[in-house]
C-alpha cells in the first residue's frame, strides 16, 4: 500500500517535467513555429491575420467625378476577420534553397474573384549579392512593395496616394541582393502590374513588365518597415529610388474587387479603361504605363520620419478613337512621422499623402496610435482616424473608398506570427 503511494507521489511529482520533455521546436517571431527540423529540410508555419472594426458613416454620400458624373458612396459600418494568411516556409536539400508558400483570403469581399489565394515562390541564394526567385510577389515599385510588410505604421491600409500609384501582385522572376555593405537592390520581370483575379487566357505575351528599387543605408542597418521600434541610439537613414514599366491592356484588367488588385486610374478615381471615358467612340483598350519615385527614412531613438515622392505618365493609347489622346502626368507625395512614447508598448504617428493631378488633387490625413501589449510587433491593436478628400482608390478591402469625402475611424487588432 505505501508502495503505490509513494509510486503515485512520485508520479505526479514527474509530470511537469515529462510534459515539458516533450515540448518540441521553437518560434521566431513574424516566421512562426517550427514544425519539421531535419538534416533535409524545415518547414515553419505562420499565421497572419486581423479583426477589424470600420466605420464610413460620415463620408458623404455621394461625389462628382472629372467629367461631371454623380456617383453613389458606399457608407459601411461592420465587424471584419479582414483577412487570414497561413505561410508555409523553410529550405529544402540545401539552406540555399527556400521556398515561400502560402494562402490567404480576404473575407471582406468573399464571391469575387481571386479572393482565396494559393501562392508562393522558390528561391535560390548564391551568395549575399545574388538572390534567383520565381513565382508570386509584389512588384518593388515603391516602398510598401518592397517586402516589409506588415511592419507598417497602420494596419494592412496604405495611405491613398501609395495606393493610387503602386504595383501589384504578378508572376515573374525577380533578383535581389547587396550591391555593397549599404547599398541593395531588387529587380523583377512579371506578367503584368497586377495578376490577381486574371487568368493566363487574359494575359498579353509581351512581358515587358519591370519593376525596381534601390535602397542605400550610408549609416548601417536601418531595420525593416516604418516606425522606430527598435529605439535606435545612433541615427538610421536610408534612401531609396524605384521605377517601374508595363503595357498594361483592357483584358488583361481584373474587374473584382480583389484585396491586393491594382487598377489603372485618373487622379479622380476613374479606371482608364472605362468606355467612353475621353468622349463617345474613345475607348482605351491598351496604354503604356510608367512610375517612378524616390524615398526617404530617417530613425532615431524612437522617432522616425518617413516620405515618398512618386511620378507617373500614361502615353502610348491604343483603342478607338485614341489616336490624338496626350500623355497623362501625374505626381504625389506622402510623409509619415511616429514616435514610441513608451519605448516596445505605446507609438503614436500622423501621416498625410496628396496627389496632383489633371483630374484631380485628392488628398487624405491620418492619426493613429499602436498599441503593443506583449512588446512585440507580434501581437498590436492600432486606432486610426483619416479624413479623405475625394479619395482616389478603395476597395471593401480598405477602410477607404472610391470618391470618399469625410472622416472614417477603424480599429483592428493584429496578429502576425
Given amino acids: ?14 509530470l511537469p517535467g515529462l510534459a515539458e520533455e516533450a515540448k518540441w521546436g521553437r518560434y521566431t517571431p513574424n516566421l512562426g513555429f517550427k514544425v519539421v527540423d531535419t538534416d533535409k529540410g524545415d518547414m515553419s508555419v505562420s499565421i497572419y491575420t486581423y479583426i477589424r472594426y470600420l466605420n464610413q458613416t460620415d463620408l458623404d454620400p455621394t461625389y462628382t467625378d472629372a467629367f461631371g458624373n454623380v456617383k453613389s458612396v458606399q457608407r459601411r459600418q461592420d ?23 502560402y494562402a490567404w483570403t480576404s473575407n471582406t469581399s468573399q464571391g469575387e474573384g481571386a479572393q482565396v489565394v494559393l501562392a508562393g515562390n522558390l528561391n535560390y541564394t548564391f551568395n549575399d549579392y545574388l538572390t534567383l526567385s520565381a513565382g508570386i ?45 549599404t547599398l541593395k537592390y531588387q529587380v523583377m520581370l512579371g506578367n503584368n502590374l497586377s495578376q490577381l483575379g486574371v487568368s493566363a487566357a487574359q494575359l498579353d505575351n509581351r512581358t515587358d513588365t519591370v519593376s525596381s528599387a534601390l535602397i ?35 483584358q488583361s484588367q481584373s474587374t473584382s474587387d480583389s484585396f491586393e488588385n491594382t487598377q489603372i486610374r485618373l487622379s479622380d478615381g476613374t479606371v482608364i479603361f472605362t468606355p467612353n471615358l ?10 503604356f504605363d510608367q512610375m517612378a519615385c524616390a524615398d526617404f527614412g530617417v530613425k532615431y531613438r524612437g522617432w522616425s520620419v518617413d516620405g515618398e515622392y512618386y511620378f507617373r505618365w500614361l502615353s502610348r493609347f491604343r483603342g478607338p478613337g485614341t489616336e490624338n489622346l496626350p500623355r497623362r502626368f501625374d505626381r504625389g507625395f506622402q510623409l509619415q512621422v511616429s ?8 507609438q503614436v504617428y500622423a501621416s498625410g499623402s496628396r496627389i496632383e493631378g489633371e483630374f484631380g488633387n485628392p488628398w487624405d490625413a491620418r492619426l493613429g496610435v ?3 501589449p506583449f512588446q512585440n510587433k507580434v501581437i498590436r491593436w492600432n486606432f486610426e482616424a483619416m479624413y ?7 476597395a471593401t478591402a480598405y477602410p477607404f473608398t472610391v470618391g470618399g469625402t469625410g472622416t472614417v475611424f477603424y480599429t483592428s487588432f493584429e496578429m502576425a506570427l
Fill in 278 to 287: 475621353f468622349g463617345p467612340g474613345v475607348t482605351i483598350d491598351r496604354v
Fill in 339 to 346: 514616435k514610441m512614447v513608451v519605448p516596445k508598448t505605446w
Fill in 388 to 394: 479623405l478628400h475625394h479619395s482616389p482608390v478603395g
Fill in 137 to 181: 510577389t509584389s512588384l518593388p515599385g515603391v516602398r510598401t512593395t518592397e517586402g516589409n510588410f506588415p511592419f507598417w505604421l497602420y494596419v494592412d491600409a496604405r495611405l491613398t496616394t501609395d495606393e493610387f500609384f503602386r504595383p501589384s501582385y504578378t508572376t515573374g522572376v525577380w533578383a535581389r541582393g547587396k550591391i555593397t555593405d
Fill in 216 to 250: 542605400w543605408e550610408p549609416l548601417g542597418n536601418f531595420g525593416i518597415g516604418f516606425g522606430d521600434f527598435e529605439e535606435h541610439q545612433d541615427l538610421a537613414l536610408r534612401l531609396g529610388a524605384h521605377y517601374t514599366r508595363s503595357t498594361e491592356d483592357r
Fill in 79 to 101: 465587424f471584419q476577420i479582414q483577412k487570414l494568411q497561413i505561410k508555409f516556409l523553410g529550405w529544402l536539400l540545401s539552406q540555399k534553397f527556400r521556398y515561400f508558400l
Fill in 370 to 372: 499602436n498599441w503593443l
Fill in 1 to 14: 500500500m505505501w508502495s503505490k503511494t509513494i509510486g503515485l507521489a512520485l508520479l505526479c511529482a514527474a
